[in-house]
């Protein structure tokens, strides 16, 4: 069994921070690339960010310039900081990784449990 465990969310004014952890446990032999989604109310869950164990990234043109994500590869954690918070990145937010749980076996895309942004005054 795999599990993300995600945390560090909840409820920041516009203009504010918040950073979000999501770390990897259970038998992995790698996680090629980990990253964030988020959902808002009656939306489609949407790429926030990604990173790929090379350490190159990928962002949607929506929090480029605000949000920044990291990984440590020891650890098996991705973080997400969020910088310059708007009531649009409301959502609840979710970690992705791409695992391959032996050396013999197929990657498969792993989904952390959620955890929910509110940005609002």
């Known amino acids: 069994q795999v599990q993300l465990v995600e945390s560090g969310g909840g409820l920041v004014q516009p203009g504010g921070s918040l950073r979000l952890s999501c770390a990897a446990s259970?038998?992995?032999?790698?996680?090629?690339?980990m990253g964030w989604y988020r959902q808002a109310p009656g939306k489609q869950r949407e790429l926030v960010a990604d990173?790929?164990?090379?350490?190159?990234?990928n962002y949607a043109d929506s929090v480029k310039g605000r949000f920044t994500i990291s990984r440590d590869n020891a650890k098996k954690t991705v973080y997400l900081q969020m910088n310059s918070l708007k009531p649009e990145d409301t959502a609840v937010y979710y970690c992705?990784?791409?695992?391959?749980?032996?050396?013999?076996?197929?990657?498969?895309?792993?989904w952390g449990q959620g955890t929910q942004v509110t940005v609002s005054s």
């Open positions: 992705n990784a791409r695992i391959r749980r032996r050396s013999w076996t197929y990657e498969y895309d792993g």
């Open positions: 259970g038998t992995i032999f790698s996680i090629s690339a």
């Open positions: 990173i790929i164990s090379g350490g190159n990234t």
